[in-house]
């Protein structure tokens, strides 16, 4: 039978409604009732005790927020009474005993994946076409044009619509209901064409607005993106295209390109659009480069590969208030059955680690980490406050309203999605992820800048999970979508790939799920099964600006 409350830790004094309580009722937990003196809406929280004005609060074992004023004891935890509030940290002792899961069912599994010459491999095969700066932009947009439906990989989707039929209906002077209540779908399943390079999984078009203009930072930072992506297990090829006059220079990118992979040798066609005769020859010669390019990366096929080469990026959007209960930790399972496997797992969003910086420094293997990560957290809370924000702006209005009304409540549960494991790698943005076991990736807690980020530093495989439904995927890394709640994964079933609400339900535990999840993890790494975001062709794309964002 499902419980009505969960207390998440034993030290915690709010509680979660796992459903909606109303006031005036009495629940029970553990043996302890509590008389509710307001209406509970299901995920949010409230008070285990009676809380006097200026009293820390805590969930998940740290301090969330402080009582701004009284709240009785089973009153609602809410923006009105409680504001953000986190711990100091400072560099602690070293706390690297955890234990590993059992991972016997998976230690001969294996998956069929990309091999390229750097020892990395790869869950797809992407030829990419990028600007080098946002002038190109166009010209992307023209060969994306030309290529994608040739080549078989135009995005065909089940909601094809008709607009043909409010045309005729609106010339019959049809009024705006019937307009409005007219069938216009054309297809009921999904279409995917014959792709002429069928070792070829796609020809990812990617455009972005920098290069030029703007801080030279924000320049620097893109073209270490940018050769990130072209440097991808995941990544075949690459055709480039660039100005000439702008600050993201071709030397550049083959700098960054030559640090990330000394012995880089993938294909890699970079035309400069100032030096060409005409734009129609600057277009023609990349495709002409581009296609045979693409049949170079036509002759690599799936081999298996140890499960050690997965790199699989952590990843929350759209949170609620079950994130840090269902999916988040079921995420943190699978980190930690990845890392005892000898893999990589990558932890994201540095604003939701705001309040366990204690807990994700001292896990750190070397104090030498530790310092990083705190120089890390603490610069990039200095830059958003220069720019008129801060860590405790980051809950959006649909966090609040699912009950994650403070930054530390939102990163308390955020930060489940790394497991137990110590933390082998700290990296900033951009740097690449070269070491087995858990890593920590400064990004940004904005859903599209941070997979952008997980994919530019290697992740081969990305993990979504969401309570609210956020569509978000990436041009180069497989995003596998994990909801919240069943509600949310019945509603949004198109972009939803594997729901862990059985777990608020009683169904399932975060064991059961982490497994289950991995075993999806293999399939989509070798082919045999494609997620929502990618099927429908979910290519996000944006660079960070440093300091701006959230």
């Not at 994990?482 to 729901?499: E, F, G, H, P």
């Amino acid at each position: 039978m499902a419980h009505q409350v969960l207390k998440v830790h034993p030290t915690d004094d709010i509680i979660v409604a796992l459903t909606d309580l109303q006031s005036g009722s009495e629940v029970v937990y553990e043996g302890e009732g509590y008389r509710l003196v307001e209406d509970i809406p299901v995920k949010h929280k409230f008070a285990s005790k009676d809380f006097g004005e200026g009293d820390p609060i805590h969930m998940y074992g740290v301090l969330v927020g402080t009582a701004m004023k009284p709240i009785p004891r089973g009153g609602l935890i809410s923006t009105a009474n409680v504001q953000h509030s986190s711990s100091e940290y400072a560099l602690g002792e070293r706390k690297l005993d955890w234990n590993k899961p059992d991972v016997s069912r998976w230690e001969n599994a294996h998956f069929k994946g990309y091999h390229r010459s750097d020892g990395k491999v790869g869950t797809a095969n992407y030829w990419l076409v990028i600007p080098l700066v946002f002038c190109e932009n166009r010209n992307v947009r023209i060969m994306q044009e030309i290529l994608e439906e040739e080549l078989g990989y135009a995005t065909k989707t089940s909601y094809n619509l008709d607009v043909k039929t409010l045309m005729r209906l609106h010339q019959q002077g049809a009024s705006e209901d019937q307009l409005f209540q007219a069938d216009i779908r054309k297809t009921a399943e999904n279409t995917r064409q014959n792709r002429f390079f069928s070792n070829v999984d796609g020809i990812k078009f990617l455009t972005h607005e920098g290069g030029c203009g703007g801080t030279r930072q924000d320049s620097d930072i893109l073209v270490r993106l940018l050769a990130g992506y072209i440097s991808h297990s995941n990544v075949a090829g690459a055709t480039v295209l660039s100005l000439g006059c702008q600050i993201a220079q071709i030397p550049d990118l083959r700098g960054a390109i030559e640090r990330i992979s000394p012995d880089f040798d993938k294909p890699l066609y970079i035309f400069e659009q100032q030096r060409s005769r005409s734009e129609p020859d600057l277009i023609g010669e990349a495709i002409k480069k581009t296609f045979i390019g693409m049949s170079k990366a036509n002759e690599i096929k799936r081999e298996p590969a140890p499960l050690s080469k997965l790199v699989i990026g952590l990843e929350c959007g759209g949170s609620d208030g079950f994130s840090g209960i269902s999916a988040n930790p079921s995420l943190g399972q699978v980190s930690d059955l990845v890392v005892a496997l000898g893999g990589s797992t990558v932890l994201s969003e540095f604003p939701e680690l705001c309040g366990v910086e204690q807990e994700m420094s001292d896990r750190c293997e070397t104090e030498e980490l530790a310092e990083k990560f705190m120089n890390l957290m603490r610069s990039y809370e200095r830059a958003a406050e220069a720019s008129g924000s801060g860590f405790d702006m980051n809950p959006s209005p649909g966090n609040i309203r699912d009950g994650l009304i403070t930054d530390a409540i939102k990163s308390a549960g955020a930060a489940k999605k790394g497991g137990t494991s110590p933390v082998t790698d700290v990296l900033d943005y951009t740097e690449q992820v070269s070491k087995p076991g858990l890593n920590l990736l400064c990004t940004p807690g904005n859903d599209v800048e941070s997979t952008t980020g997980l994919a530019g530093s290697g992740a081969n495989i990305i993990l979504f999970t969401t309570g609210l439904g956020t569509p978000t995927g990436n041009p180069v890394c497989p995003v596998i979508k994990v909801a919240t709640n069943n509600a949310l994964a019945d509603r949004m079933s198109d972009i939803i790939d594997i729901n862990t609400g059985s777990i608020i339900s009683g169904e399932d535990t975060i064991e059961s799920k982490g497994a289950e999840m991995l075993d999806l993890i293999i399939r989509v790494a070798s082919g045999e099964q494609i997620p929502r975001a990618v099927a429908l062709g979910q290519d996000d794309f944006i660079p960070w600006k440093r300091g701006v964002s959230l």
